[in-house]
DNA sequence: TCGTTCTTCTAAATCGTTCTAGAAAAACGA
DNA sequence: TCGTTTTTCTAGAACGATTTAGAAGAACGA
């Protein structure tokens, strides 16, 4: 059973390997008859049909795109957005007949040459929120595989689908602005608090650019506000309810709180549930992307379409008739129960 | 720049491929300053480190584990359960440097020869509620690929990972009876079902292994009931919406409903409260799994740990000092605020 | 009947590595 | 100094397929 190639086959058939070959893929290139014959030899045989990697190198073609999380692989399950881009992109892929790879970005083995994007099987690959100057992007750039990213590039033949960062957040500004909010603290993705303590950041520390200009787009509206930047860790719930407790428990509370995703401020709100205080009236909240339990939680936040992005991503990626190379989706503001006036001083 | 391989820098250092070869794999079989020099001299040419499908070929390690999901890919992202085994699963996968390869299970082209089961580069695979007799499980067996499932297979020798269904059923049904419900409908995941009617099956159209056995866990701790089984569609809220319309709108209501998942459990809600229906007191209303979101919603629920499960069958896929290869997992019945009593007829 | 076009099949090169066995040189111990 | 071990490097054979160019025979039209 085990040693069985496309040769073994073809000798018991009595049959040049290509013709055996040519069995499994270009069925029209040879006689019914004889390509039942090979298939039921195979079948006898325990051939298990062409060998994927053989086939990938001498065709060229993996049948895979990659995709590039954030971080920790784990972490990106834990936000319904990131999901919600994956599953956008995994219907295009399924349409295509292709599989999605996930690779773990692991920073430790990246300076090394055993990293999983060094070795990874793809003919493409999508990148979700990934640091622009990451390595793993030189190596995807230095393999030359095609790929689109979830954030707009510097270089203008890159290909993205991205949402004007700056612009969805100045909205947001102006809703806070306008509710007569000017103490701001904004929750951040940050990989050196993830060992626990809450750190305070400047903007130049802010790793992630769509987080950047985000913060960027809410100075832009809220000119006279002072807007302090703070992270409790990875973009997750836990670090959510970190940042806020360690903004809640300070003397110097502000007025709202805008985390930079809605895990984070649905953590956010925990702690201020915790603590007895109600978003919008003692104090108030808001996120980003609109995911599905903002809504129930009543939470402010600017809605992005993350499912046709990822569809997006893939069209891209897959579909030779998609000539659009850079695409910016809309946004919205979904203003809910967790925004409210700022309490007069 | 392109075409650029092994052989190209070793001709350009002067040495030959092999210690190219071994300049990346095994860094200790060279000296220091030639290892720099080959290092250099790749870099300068443009060259992206040894080629994936060759190195996969040659080493007959892909880097990579198969995951298959349920039938359509895009639906298993719409389940937080399914989300929750990959958490798991990535957790371990990238502890071990490994990548994940979702393959799409599209039935169309499973019995030509060029699906993605057939094609991917794996080395070993994690199935997950895929029923049992999917030719992608014949396929995966043919080529030998090592495979964990979640669910309990026949063959003594199949690697699984799972809970003990039908006990954790009859938990749930112990539970209904002593509230005194006699009439129970199960919304069940169905294929055919997806086109749009919701239809009524027998135990014995039930597709899905775990689902049977479910039921047939129901039937063991109530035996006097009588259990109608519903689809409304594969398994997705929406599926739990229209199953739960089609009950509820009919002549004949049950006194209670049993999701087979939480996401159907949470969408037969949806339809309760549409209909001005209180779970808990008017009907009750139970699911299976426990994800974040059934807390939140008050609904009784048999506990299962999801990311746990996922870690478990990434460890014996992977871990080398795993020798455990079939595991139990503990389900616990979470009883709130969805059920209760049986109305007195 | 003869040249032409299909259909059906094959030989041999190639894809880009890694691996096995072993050679050449350097270092070592007595 | 001479055998022995260690270090460093190489030749050449796999790995398992696909592809290109073309041969052999059948079918065809005139």
Redesign the interface.
């Known amino acids: 059973?085990?040693g069985v190639t496309l040769k073994t086959v073809a000798k018991a058939v009595g049959v040049s390997p290509s013709t055996v070959s040519n069995a499994?893929?270009k069925p029209d290139q040879l006689s019914t008859t004889l390509r039942e014959r090979i298939l039921a030899t195979a079948r006898e045989l325990?051939y298990?049909?062409p060998?994927?990697?053989?086939?990938?190198?001498r065709s060229g073609k993996?049948?895979?795109v990659?995709v590039l999380f954030t971080d920790?692989?784990?972490y990106?399950?834990?936000d319904?957005y990131a999901?919600?881009f994956?599953?956008?992109l995994?219907?295009v892929?399924?349409e295509f007949?292709?599989?999605?790879?996930?690779?773990?970005l692991?920073s430790t083995?990246i300076a090394g040459?055993?990293?999983?994007v060094?070795?990874?099987?793809?003919d493409a690959a999508a990148i979700f929120c990934v640091p622009g100057g990451h390595p793993a992007l030189d190596?995807l750039a230095?393999?030359?595989i095609p790929a689109v990213s979830t954030d707009r590039g510097d270089h203008p033949d890159l290909s993205w689908v991205a949402i004007d960062e700056v612009e969805a957040a100045a909205q947001l500004g102006e809703h806070l602005a306008r509710l007569g909010h000017r103490d701001v603290v904004v929750l951040v993705d940050n990989a050196e608090a993830a060992g626990g303590r809450p750190v305070e950041l400047t903007l130049d520390e802010v790793g992630y650019t769509d987080c950047e200009l985000r913060i960027r787009g809410l100075q832009k509206t809220m000119p006279d506000a002072r807007l302090r930047i703070v992270s409790g860790g990875h973009n997750a719930f836990a670090s959510g309810v970190r940042g806020a407790e360690y903004v809640l428990d300070s003397q110097d509370r502000p007025t709202a709180i805008v985390g930079l995703s809605d895990v984070q401020a649905l953590g956010a709100m925990e702690a201020m549930k915790v603590r007895g205080l109600t978003p919008g009236r003692d104090l108030t909240l808001a996120g980003f992307d609109d995911i599905p339990?903002a809504e129930?939680a009543g939470l402010t936040t600017v809605r992005q379409p993350i499912k046709d992005k990822g569809r997006a991503v893939g069209r891209i990626l897959l579909d030779p008739s998609t000539t659009e190379r850079q695409l910016l989706m809309p946004t919205q503001l979904i203003v809910r129960s967790s925004s409210g006036p700022a309490p007069k001083r």
């Open positions: 059973m085990a499994y893929n325990g298990a049909g060998d994927a990697s053989a086939r990938a190198l993996a049948g895979a990659g920790k692989l784990a990106a399950f834990s319904p999901v919600g994956l599953a956008g995994a219907e892929a399924e007949a292709t599989s999605l790879l996930l690779m773990p692991s083995d040459g055993s990293n999983a060094q070795q990874a099987a793809i190596i230095n393999r030359g339990a129930a």
